[in-house]
């Protein structure tokens, strides 16, 4: 009896455990391969070895990213002691850096009208061309797929779609769906989806070079419209912007020249508080522009797209526009007369509220406004004054006849 208790029991106490251990954590990668994706990619290795899963999937869908990012994610993806899965969703594309991820991973699957592959350094660099594609050949070795189709992502542009990808044994398996994809593979364990943690999310928004060129610009068009007119409140909130903006360029690996150029276009901009009719707006967003094109000429494995093109175009012609509105009220302004000015007051009646010796001065009140006020009589406290003459913030005045 004893034993049979045993048997019955000792299973239902192990089968959380069966469980836990065949669950696999599935982490989504969308947009560019950045230090945001490595950030997340930490946080799931994290989450694997804290429960004790030692299986992830990656569900990819990139045109590319930063080299030196990718780097981060292969090596994580051969040391963490978990095993990683790449799976292309419908429709999706692995290409570029893309493509190197999914070559380093140990079970690779694609979904119907994906594409891998087209991974050819831009602008074209034999040295750079050769480095990368000696290390997707070695990749693709270590991983038993395609070498030759490897190196033909970096050195020819080569891109495959999945059933192509099947048939040179760059992938797999073709399946339609992730589940799917799980199945197939054997990880047919409980499903986990990890999303970025807060540290995470953040990086990967501003470690988009888009993003942080963005943030950066929309940044310093609302930090001139607040001190145009002060609030305090979009001068603050274009602070902020202006400092994620500068914190997410120094974490996406550009150079020092491309930062610099980036903030001197910033810095250009100020200018338009001072003189211009919108031209040095719109001359500092397309410095900016230069610097965010230089970013992009330093990452190999980054292909801007046309949205990039198209944001650096809207913004050059939103900074002209809102230089063009600070000119417009700049003069405005100025030929608006000065409410309160003293010159103003000439000819206004007052009351003496501080005595006023001869030649010095006192305190008079003229149009519900105290003033300094200097006469060449004594004046005294509640005596009626004809405002004559002002001198910068003081008033002269006389006794009413």
């Known amino acids: 009896m004893r034993s049979l208790f045993i048997l019955l029991v000792f299973p239902l106490i192990l089968s959380p455990l069966f469980s836990l251990t065949g669950k696999v954590l599935v982490m989504n990668v969308n947009g560019p391969i950045t230090e945001g994706v490595v950030a997340y990619m930490e946080e799931v290795v994290h989450v694997a070895r804290h429960e004790g899963v030692n299986r992830v999937v990656v569900v990819l869908d990139t045109n590319g990213g930063f080299l030196s990012a990718t780097e981060k994610i292969v090596y994580l993806m051969r040391n963490s002691g978990v095993e990683f899965a790449v799976y292309v969703p419908s429709g999706g594309r692995a290409f570029s850096a893309g493509s190197i991820i999914l070559l380093a991973s140990k079970i690779a699957g694609m979904g119907p009208g994906s594409v891998v592959g087209a991974a050819q350094p831009r602008p074209y660099d034999e040295k750079i061309v050769n480095a990368i594609a000696g290390w997707a050949k070695s990749l693709a070795e270590s991983s038993g797929r395609n070498s ?14 999945a059933e192509e990808a099947l048939r040179h044994h760059v992938i797999e398996l073709k399946a339609d769906t992730l589940e799917r994809f799980l199945q197939n593979i054997g990880w047919t364990g409980p499903i986990q989806e990890v999303d970025p943690g807060p540290r995470s999310s ?10 942080a ?62 003189t211009g009719h919108g031209v040095l707006a719109m001359v500092g967003a397309c410095i900016s522009a230069l610097g965010l094109m230089m970013i992009y000429e330093s990452a190999p494995m980054l292909p801007i797209s046309i949205w990039s093109e198209a944001m650096m175009g809207l913004m050059v012609c939103a900074s002209g526009l809102l230089g063009f509105y600070l000119y417009k009220i700049r003069t405005a302004l100025k030929k608006r ?3 309160h000015s003293p010159r103003s007051l000439i000819g206004k009646e007052g009351i003496v509220k501080r005595r006023i010796p001869a030649g010095g001065e006192g305190v008079v009140l003229v149009e519900s406004e105290l003033w300094t006020a200097t006469s060449d009589e004594d004046l005294e406290e509640g005596e009626k004054v004809l405002v004559i003459a002002a001198a910068g913030m003081k008033l002269a005045v006389t006794r009413c006849r």
């Open 202 to 211: 953040i990086l990967l928004v501003v470690t988009n070079p888009d993003d």
């Open 148 to 161: 030759t189709a490897a190196e033909g992502f970096v050195r020819d542009n080569l891109a495959l779609s």
């Open 337 to 339: 007369p000065i409410v």
């Open 213 to 274: 060129w963005l943030l950066l610009m929309i940044g310093v068009l609302m930090l001139l419209l607040g001190l145009s007119h002060p609030t305090y409140i979009v001068e603050g909130t274009g602070a902020a912007l202006v400092l994620l903006g500068l914190l997410g360029m120094g974490l996406v690996g550009v150079n020092m020249t491309s930062l610099a150029i980036t903030i001197l276009g910033a810095a250009t901009m100020f200018l338009e508080l001072k």
